[in-house]
């Protein structure tokens, strides 16, 4: 079955340290996306990708970096200047065209130790 | 400024009893719209969508949704909760016909409880 595959499901980070989310889709979709939850906060986009080798910030992008080297994956690094990372993190991907569904991962939790 | 809002926080409905759960957005022009769910720790599952054409649509597990221009709101109802149903929505908003991106906003949730 097609979907969208991120990994680890919890991950925990030292202060100062980087950490990296991974992101697979099989769906063959053209844009990808990545998004914070906080609680009472909805979804809030941290950076999103049309096509591979191409991106855009989104609205919360400091202290984020990301690549989209090839189609199927978009990982998503969270540096040490990313002052207050704990937070479950969903990746999503479509179609590039408006009005197409966003299809969700399960999200990874991060904490910091 | 574009927005989505959720006015209730939280909602329980006892099991049986009829479910609306408020959307109303902000945007340029006339936008798609979206009600996702999503169970805890779990990514967001698809409902319902609106583009154009009848303002009733209808989605899976038996929800429904009235898209009103004129109140700007794309409410979700659903006749008979079931317990199941017992998860946090959200409603969406992205670009309409043409729009360049499929950047969606989104709303900051609305957690249903569900009696028994």
């Known amino acids: 079955d097609g979907g969208i595959t991120q990994s680890p499901k919890y991950l925990f980070r030292k202060e100062g340290q980087n950490v990296t989310l991974s992101c697979e889709q099989n769906l063959n979709h053209d844009a990808m996306y990545w998004y914070r939850q906080d609680p009472g906060q909805g979804l809030r986009l941290i950076y999103y990708?049309?096509?591979?080798?191409?991106?855009q910030k989104g609205d919360i992008a400091e202290g984020y970096s990301v690549s989209r080297e090839k189609k199927e994956s978009f990982p998503l690094t969270v540096t040490s200047a990313q002052k207050n990372p704990t937070a479950f993190y969903l990746c999503?991907?479509?179609?590039?065209?408006?009005?197409?569904?966003?299809?969700f991962g399960d999200g990874t939790r991060l904490s910091i130790l | 400024a574009q927005s989505v809002t959720q006015p209730d926080i939280h909602i329980t409905v006892s099991e049986g009893a009829s479910l609306e759960l408020r959307c109303n957005y902000s945007?340029?022009?006339?936008?798609?719209l979206f009600w996702y769910v999503q169970s805890p720790g779990q990514g967001l599952q698809l409902l319902l969508k609106?583009?154009?054409?009848?303002?009733l649509v209808q989605g899976i597990k038996g929800f429904e949704a009235e898209f009103k221009r004129s109140q700007s709101s794309f409410n979700l109802r659903k006749p008979s909760v079931h317990w199941s149903d017992a998860a946090e929505y959200f409603c969406a908003v992205g670009p309409g016909y043409g729009g360049a991106t499929n950047k969606l906003i989104f709303g900051t949730g609305t957690l249903l409880a569900v009696q028994p």
């Open positions: 990708s049309q096509i591979v080798n191409d991106f």
């Open positions: 945007y340029g022009a006339t936008p798609y």
């Open positions: 999503a991907s479509s179609m590039p065209y408006s009005g197409q569904p966003q299809h």
């Open positions: 609106y583009f154009s054409g009848d303002t």
